[in-house]
């Protein structure tokens, strides 16, 4: 790592430099000799690297006007000898340089220009070798970090599956440090489940500050790791994400009433909403409120927003984790804004007792079984744990849950039959579970049983645009997987984006399984014949397997439910269905660059009477008995105060 960073520090300089260099570098007394050994160079090299050090390429040549070599214009004249003594010591050492750099060059050719040809693997294990090594650029090896417009992050993962014909196992390096790109379920699972075994792998993720080490991702200790698992999976509990479920409605009708009352109010279906922006707001509301279980006021929540994806940047900043003066990054400070946050609402829980948060069931949540320091036993998180794993919650529950729910929508809509089919589903659990203004209180048991088809969507949606990569791991010991080994101390990259592409239950050969719009198809997950198995892991596999996925899961299909039963139709905007889609090139999931603006077509039935029950929870939290409502259908609802009726007026 040292040598190629001095390298390249030499090669910088003598770019900086390489206009006069290449004029005296090969004057023309030398130019055969320099020719020759050039043509022997080149000879060794690809066609791009010998392009690069050529003399005769546009990068290393300097011209005059007229086609002669541009000594002539250099800027002294013959009579001067200060001058010219000057120039010939600059000369030898700029001459000095070229040769330095040049056998540089040729002693460090393949290390230089060609670094994975010189992976090697454990000698000590004769009865399997390395698998398929990634051809790789010079210096870097492979930049695993390369994403595209035209599909977004983990483009490297999938364009060089393609090159290699797509080996299960292979080899890539970065910056000198070799590492293996793992595919299939079960595989994948085989190496997770190693996990805390003595000769299994450890995990890869190192506290950056980022995330530190009192969260369930960085922890390596199984026992510590097993309990932090028990205690902060007491507040992620099937039972608490069910009575989360009103939190989750109030925060999904929240957001589409700020788009059905916007184009109400306006009295045209022009207005266009992105996305992107609606879906991380929902999913930011889910963290304040129940996550948190923060009380923020209307002019507060934007700060909050910000905090956290400023926060969450941090995962994929180059700064960060090269770590460039890191500590003076945005997400240090947005990280401290939030960590107050945080212990502000654990003091308020330690003073006034447990509420509904996830915060709160962390902060409550006892270990009977573990000891405690100083002796005796019922083991409770700290304030640093349970700091760190709601930060850790917040970034499994917003990022990846908004970035899901926005490619839905933008599949969604390039796929126009599935929303009819979404909203006729809601129409049927409207018509079994509605009050009589059409009303429907969500629970996990009803969206499960009911809702199938919505079920599809969300994992069509996670199968087609997953997180490219788990957390890397690292093998203790030299491993054999599939008769291949992987090294002691390699990184392991276990790839979900390549386990869902090669998937032999949806693989096809032109890649169109993949395409947001013509692999799109939830269908297939309603029949056992058609829908992925052991090759579908969205939320990872093994001791880490996701905490959060029940109300991941719930949180998902709480929005598209509510937003179902509130627009009949949306039409994709700005001519997205016919142009091609592009991406952002780094995000943790894929993420459409345009955030998927759209035009909706309101209904009209379940969106009022979700106005209504808002109206009323005002008016009976303000012990307003009388209630009049513009604008609404004439109707009439008796509810409960204080076992007093109160009526509801509606003109």
Request: glycine letters at 6%; charged letters at 20%.
């Amino acid at each position: 790592m040292a040598m190629i960073i001095r390298f390249i520090t030499v090669v910088a300089f003598f770019a900086a430099a390489a206009p006069t260099v290449s004029a005296f570098a090969f004057p023309p007394s030398v130019s055969t000799s320099a020719s020759i050994g050039n043509a022997r160079i080149r000879s060794q090299m690809t066609p791009a690297i010998a392009t690069f050090i050529s003399p005769s390429s546009p990068e290393c040549s300097i011209r005059s006007s007229s086609g002669s070599s541009s000594l002539s214009a250099l800027p002294f004249s013959a009579g001067s000898g200060m001058m010219m003594n000057s120039f010939v010591v600059k000369s030898v050492a700029r001459k000095l340089i070229v040769a330095l750099v040049s056998a540089f060059a040729l002693l460090n050719f393949r290390k230089v220009f060609q670094p994975n040809s010189l992976i090697k693997g454990d000698k000590s294990t004769t009865d399997a070798d390395l698998p398929e090594v990634a051809p790789s650029c010079p210096f870097i090896g492979n930049q695993i970090l390369v994403g595209s417009r035209q599909f977004g992050t983990g483009y490297f993962y999938h364009k060089m599956s393609a090159i290699l014909n797509h080996p299960r196992m292979w080899v890539y390096s970065f910056m000198g440090t070799p590492g293996m790109v793992v595919s299939g379920g079960q595989r994948v699972k085989s190496i997770l489940n190693k996990e805390f075994a003595a000769d299994g792998v450890k995990n890869y993720v190192q506290p950056n500050g980022v995330l530190n080490e009192h969260n369930l991702l960085a922890e390596s200790d199984k026992k510590k790791h097993s309990l932090l698992r028990r205690l902060v999976g007491s507040a992620m509990t099937p039972s608490r994400v069910t009575a989360s479920m009103p939190a989750l409605q109030e925060a999904a009708e929240k957001q589409v009433q700020k788009m059905v009352n916007s184009n109400k109010d306006n009295g045209h279906n022009n207005d266009i909403y992105t996305m992107e922006t609606v879906c991380n707001d929902y999913t930011l509301d889910v963290a304040w409120q129940q996550i948190l279980g923060l009380d923020l006021k209307e002019d507060d929540i934007p700060e909050f927003t910000k905090a956290v994806d400023t926060w969450i940047s941090g995962f994929t900043s180059v700064r960060v984790n090269m770590n460039i003066d890191a500590q003076r990054a945005p997400c240090f400070k947005a990280k401290k804004y939030l960590q107050a946050l945080i212990m502000e609402k654990i003091e308020y829980l330690e003073k006034n007792g447990p509420d509904g948060s996830t915060v709160s069931g962390m902060v409550f949540a006892v270990d009977d079984n573990a000891e405690v320091e100083g002796g005796g036993t019922g083991r409770k998180l700290t304030k640093e744990e349970v700091v760190e794993n709601s930060l850790l919650l917040i970034l499994a529950g917003s990022e990846t849950s908004a970035s899901t729910l926005t490619n839905a929508m933008l599949c969604i809509g390039l796929n126009k039959e599935t929303w009819k089919n979404v909203v006729e589903e809601q129409k049927k659990v409207v018509s079994k579970y509605g009050n009589e203004q059409g009303k429907v209180e969500f629970t996990t048991k009803m969206l499960d049983r009911e809702c199938p088809y919505l079920d599809a969507v969300v994992r069509e949606t996670m199968r087609i645009k997953p997180i490219s990569q788990g957390a890397p791991r690292t093998t203790k010991k030299t491993m054999k997987v599939d008769g291949f080994q992987i090294p002691k101390g390699w990184g392991i990259n276990w790839s979900v984006l390549l386990t869902h592409e090669l998937d032999p239950v949806t693989y096809k050969e032109d890649g169109s399984h993949m395409d947001v719009r013509t692999g799109f198809v939830p269908e297939r997950w309603l029949e056992d014949t058609t829908k992925p198995t052991t090759d579908f892991i969205p939320m990872g596999a093994g001791p880490r397997y996701c905490l959060g996925s029940t109300l991941a899961y719930a949180e998902m299909k709480v929005f598209l439910a509510v937003l179902a039963q509130n627009v009949n139709d949306f039409q994709l905007a700005e001519g997205q269905k016919e142009k091609d889609v592009l991406w952002k090139r780094l995000s943790i999931i894929p993420r459409p660059l345009n955030g998927v603006p759209i035009t909706i077509q309101p209904s009209t039935v379940v969106s009022e009477s979700i106005k209504i029950e808002q109206e009323v929870s005002r008016q009976i939290k303000n012990k307003i008995p009388t209630i009049s409502v513009t604008d609404l259908p004439n109707k009439k609802m008796i509810t409960k105060q204080d076992n007093n009726e109160v009526d509801l007026v509606l003109s």
